[in-house]
């Protein structure tokens, strides 16, 4: 049987650059506008996320040729942001949860470089822009939304504790959600974590029962300080809408004012973290893990 061919890769950076336009697009939460003046937006944003594109399709031939750890490093040091990574290094075989927080941005690639391992699957939202990276595709399992996503949503999660028990490593974001980063939160920096959710749980039992480790991460400093600043990011924030200013930050490449920070904490045994306790105080632990990797805000 002959194999798919790739997509040619000027026709992958012209799509990535359309779908990096969407999601920018659907980040200002437009739905109300009319539709020319959404199509135009669209159309003007898919022509400054063409850099954008071919930074992706340079990844997605990164990882097919290096894994993604290393093809993670080279995007931040293409995209001008400097990874600082804190503590001890996590195991580098064996049945491995990192959880970590979600401030978004370069979170996910900050913490595939920093954890080193190209067995990695990363639990994510089921997302157009995700599956249009094909060299990425392997290493995501897709959680879908709505009424009817149970039975796919069943099947994805089998599909990581099958990963687990067979001594893979799983990237999962505590919250479930974009969170605030820390670096930004000034003195509400222990709040940060407070949206975490019990399903860190599950996935941390399935590591024990592989004999294998969770490692907690603290992402922070992923966010553009000038894109921050833009008047149109302030207005987004206004509404509520939290995911603009790291979009354009990836999108235009004026923006390489960014220091991402990974702390690590000390590799846990899982059967330790799991040991007694519902899931609510499983995932408590995980999480206390966490905040105890928050330094304190700086002093005014």
């Known amino acids: 049987m002959a194999l798919p061919t790739r997509e040619d890769p000027l026709a992958l950076e012209k799509r990535l650059a359309r779908l990096s336009a969407d999601e920018m697009v659907a980040a200002l939460n437009l739905a109300g506008t009319p539709r020319l003046v959404r199509s135009a937006l669209r159309a003007a944003l898919s022509s400054a996320s063409r850099p954008l594109g071919r930074t992706l399709a340079r990844f997605d031939r990164a990882i097919a040729a290096s894994g993604p750890s290393a093809a993670a ?39 595939l470089a920093a954890a080193g391992r190209d067995d990695v699957l990363i639990v994510a939202a089921d997302r157009a822009f995700l599956r249009s990276i094909p060299s990425l595709a392997p290493h995501l399992v897709l959680l879908t939304e709505g009424r009817d996503a149970a039975p796919s949503r069943a099947r994805a999660l089998r599909s990581v504790r099958r990963h687990l028990m067979t001594g ?53 400093g992923v966010h553009s300080r000038k894109a921050k600043r833009l008047l149109v990011t302030k207005l987004a924030e206004a509404r509520g809408v939290t995911t603009l200013a790291p979009l354009l930050q990836v999108a235009m490449r004026r923006y390489r004012d960014v220091e991402p920070r990974v702390s690590l904490a000390s590799a846990a045994p899982a059967r330790d973290l799991t040991a007694g306790g519902d899931d609510v105080v499983i995932a408590a632990r995980i999480r206390d893990r966490a905040g105890a990797l928050l330094s304190p805000p700086p002093r005014a």
């Not at 990574?85 to 970590?100: D, E, H, M, S």
């Not at 980063?181 to 029962?209: E, H, S, V």
């Open 73 to 111: 490093g080279r995007m931040l040091e293409e995209l001008g942001a400097h990874l600082r990574v804190v503590g001890p290094k996590a195991p580098r075989q064996g049945a491995l949860l990192v959880a970590a927080n979600h401030p978004g941005a370069y979170d996910a690639l900050a913490l």
């Open 168 to 220: 893979g490593a799983l990237l999962h974001f505590g919250a479930g959600q974009i969170e605030p980063d820390p670096a930004f939160a000034g003195p509400a920096r222990a709040d940060a974590l407070r949206r975490w959710q019990p399903g860190a749980a599950t996935f941390a039992r399935w590591a024990a029962a592989a004999n294998g480790w969770v490692v907690v991460a603290l992402v922070e």
